[in-house]
């Protein structure tokens, strides 16, 4: 099973792991991060998450062969913080999200996450989840999938393609991606198809709005905080800008000091930041890993510490 994972070594030394510390992988997929971090764990113990049960199985294989010193819950991340409580896991010392696709899940045509092959409109990262692409696109009123579309994929042409999705599924649903692909590329035209590639991010914000990305990533990243003992880490990896703009947004709340007393001379405790940004600028993948890894291209790299 080939995937490369993205910023492997900047993640890993970033993350300053400790031997005997304990460890969240947030987004284990086929556990390209996950396997170094075991490796440098002696008495330390890995806990990971994965919403998608062919990579757990995959992973859990290949860690078994690195240590024994890890659990893996098939929950989505946004559900950590109560998963752990359960394991009596409060405070960590590092935390790992790496929110791009895992290259087999993009490569399993069955999946339905690419535009370039043929397969049912599916995109569930969870295949237990009764809500598939296949749902959003037949069943989503023609307001709602512009709106998606505009906010999700930053698609200009948003109601046109809503619209045009609207008029076709009447006359009967649309049931691959390829079907979708050639609705897109009518209700735009054939030069500004070819031209600007609007597939991409229509494919971009349905998978978005099927697995509920944005708002899961929302409702963890304050979670991972509280969960960070002090000195200990968190490093994201974002692939387009409307996750970025969360993960920095976030970043900038917890590390700054409260407006309701910024200036007094005495800064009471419960209103100093929680974490400190380690990397102002992210960082990008170097020139040999982009030559390497062409899907590395648009990812970016942000990291933080409990203060």
Avoid: W
Wanted: aromatic share 8%; net charge neutral; charged share 30%.
């Amino acid at each position: 099973m080939l995937h490369y994972s993205v910023l492997l070594k900047e993640t890993i030394e970033n993350l300053n792991i400790k031997e005997d510390g304990v460890y969240i992988d947030a987004t284990m997929g086929y556990a390209g991060h996950s396997k170094e971090i075991l490796k440098k764990l002696k008495r330390g113990f890995l806990f990971a998450f994965d919403a998608d049960k062919q990579a757990i199985k995959y992973s859990d294989q290949a860690l078994s062969e690195i240590g024994g010193n890890y659990k893996i819950f098939h929950s989505n991340f946004k559900d950590m913080r109560k998963v752990l409580a359960k394991e009596n896991v409060d405070l960590v010392d590092g935390i790992i999200f790496d929110l791009g696709f895992s290259s087999p899940q993009i490569d399993q045509k069955e999946r339905g996450f690419s535009f370039m092959q043929d397969a049912p409109l599916d995109m569930r990262m969870d295949r237990d989840q009764p809500v598939s692409a296949y749902e959003v696109v037949n069943t989503y009123e023609e307001k709602e999938l512009a709106d998606i579309f505009l906010a999700f994929g930053e698609e200009k042409m948003a109601k046109i393609i809503a619209k045009t999705i609207k008029e076709q599924r009447t006359k009967q649903p649309i049931k691959t991606t390829l079907e979708l692909v050639e609705v897109i590329k009518q209700a735009v035209g054939a030069n500004y198809f070819f031209k600007n590639h609007p597939e991409r991010k229509i494919f971009q914000a349905i998978r978005i709005e099927v697995n509920k990305e944005l708002d899961a990533l929302e409702q963890v990243l304050p979670d991972a905080i509280a969960m960070l003992k002090k000195g200990g880490r968190i490093c994201v990896i974002t692939f387009h800008s409307l996750e970025d703009r969360i993960v920095k947004q976030i970043f900038k709340k917890y590390s700054e000091v409260d407006d309701l007393v910024k200036g007094l001379p005495q800064i009471p405790e419960e209103y100093k930041p929680l974490i400190k940004i380690v990397n102002k600028k992210p960082i990008l993948p170097s020139k040999i890993e982009l030559e390497e890894n062409s899907r590395s291209k648009s990812a970016k790299l942000r990291i933080i510490e409990r203060v």
